[in-house]
């Protein structure tokens, strides 16, 4: 484990307007955060000393970090314009399709191609996230790929209510 202190000890989606999700969404969003509350690194730049309760939301094309700190309850809040992420999110969407499409028809080649894509743009989001995030919060690259996966389940309620594309647009 990293860090005890700079670091998420709890986190949160705004499920205020979720839409439903399907199984495998829940099991990525519940995979995501189970193994973010494992391991993270998580350090704002304000100085705001952790461990830290987190909460993500979307609003107007815009994602919203709330940060407080479980000791303190100090807090800040960060907002990244969601726009820069549209493609990767379709894209990743696009991609985890058909993804399950392969594994239900037992392509064992199609399966590990399609996996390998699928890194590849969860990397490309994560990699983005920490370069938007940079002078606001550190973060290690597996913190990242699991917020982003998180980002990315947002997305399904922004996309559902007009903020942003729909992932199968």
Known sequence: MTDAVQRIADIALDERTVIRR????????????????HDNHFAPASG????????????????AMEIQSVASRAGETITLPLRPFARIIKDYFLV???YAKALRGANLGRVEAIDMGRRGLHD?????????????VAIDRDTARRLFTLICVLHLKAS??????????
């Open 48 to 63: 705001l000393a952790g461990p830290f309760r987190v909460q993500l939301a979307t609003c107007d094309g815009r994602l």
């Open 22 to 37: 399907s199984p495998e969404i829940e099991r990525e969003r519940a995979a995501a955060i189970a193994d973010l509350l």
């Open 124 to 136: 490309e989001g994560a990699e983005l996230l920490q370069q938007r995030l940079a002078g606001k």
């Open 160 to 169: 559902a209510h007009g903020l942003g594309p729909h992932p199968r647009s």
């Open 96 to 98: 985890c399709e058909s």
